[in-house]
């Protein structure tokens, strides 16, 4: 026997529609009399979704084919609880039914203020081999780079606000553009090395004005050393009050 046919109605319990086998290539329709020669099965639905149910003692799954997408998981249809392929454009969602980059990573939960998570490990990422999360927060509207300490605990190593663009490394509330902290282990907290000479360059347009400031808790600037393009002098500050002046003829001027 080369193929048999079972046909019937969908509507009827206990009925499938129509089932093809072909023996000779062989293969399997499900929905069609004519199955694809490249396909062990082939489903056809009518009404714009077709969906494969693999199941075991404890897990349930199905993968479905809707709306230009293929969909893998617990859900039946197009869902943010699956896993899911645009076939057009060829962008996967991760908890996303739309995905709208290559890779679109979103919270499963609808609404705003959930997080998206993608994490970088080895193996399993479990215990010490957990690497990196990089993670989006909803409600603070901020990425964090996290990783373990020696104790095993999750730390923030750095984090970037999406509507500031404000840059935070050893803090999650970045008071700047970039802001680096760190803590009384050590009192050097930035260090740039070049293999020769090494400098740290500032740049700003013609008549404005560059500097350093130092300051502490009670005031954020009560020392600072700073030039002035106007007059092209350099001047240093201490409590508040200018100290010394070099200016454009290397006079210093107390």
């Known amino acids: 026997i080369h193929s048999i046919n079972v046909t019937g109605s969908a509507a009827s319990t206990g009925s499938f529609g129509a089932l093809h086998i072909n023996g000779a290539l062989p293969t399997i329709g499900v929905g069609t009399t004519s199955p694809d ?4 099965l082939h489903l056809v639905s009518s009404d714009n979704l077709s969906i494969l149910r693999m199941q ?3 897990t349930n799954a199905y993968f479905n084919v809707e709306g230009g997408y293929i969909s893998m998981g617990d ?10 392929w645009a076939i057009s454009n060829k962008r996967l969602g991760i908890g ?3 995905p ?14 959930t997080n ?13 081999s957990c690497g ?9 509207d901020t990425l964090y780079f996290t990783s373990k300490d020696g104790s095993g605990n999750f730390v923030d190593r750095m ?13 999650t509330s970045p008071d700047q553009i970039f802001h680096v902290h760190r803590g009384s282990d050590s009192n050097t907290v930035a260090t740039f090395e070049n293999s020769g000479t090494a400098m740290l360059q500032m740049l700003s347009p013609d008549g404005a004005t560059q500097g350093m400031l130092f300051g502490d808790v009670s005031d954020n600037n009560i020392g600072k050393i700073q030039y002035e393009h106007t007059g092209n002098y350099l001047s240093f500050v201490t409590n508040t009050t200018e100290a010394l002046k070099l200016d454009s003829s290397q006079n210093a001027i107390f």
Do not use: P, W
């Open 56 to 58: 075991d003692d404890d």
């Open 75 to 84: 859900d039946t249809g197009l869902s943010a609880n699956n896993l899911n």
């Open 37 to 40: 020669i490249r396909a062990q």
């Open 96 to 98: 996303n039914s739309a």
């Open 132 to 140: 990196f999360d990089m993670k989006y927060s909803g409600s603070l």
């Open 100 to 113: 709208e980059a290559d890779l679109h990573i979103g919270d499963r939960q609808s609404g705003t203020g």
């Open 159 to 171: 984090v970037i606000n999406r509507d500031t663009g404000k840059v935070g490394i050893g803090t």
């Open 116 to 128: 998206a998570t993608l994490r970088l490990s080895e193996g399993n990422g479990g215990g010490a």
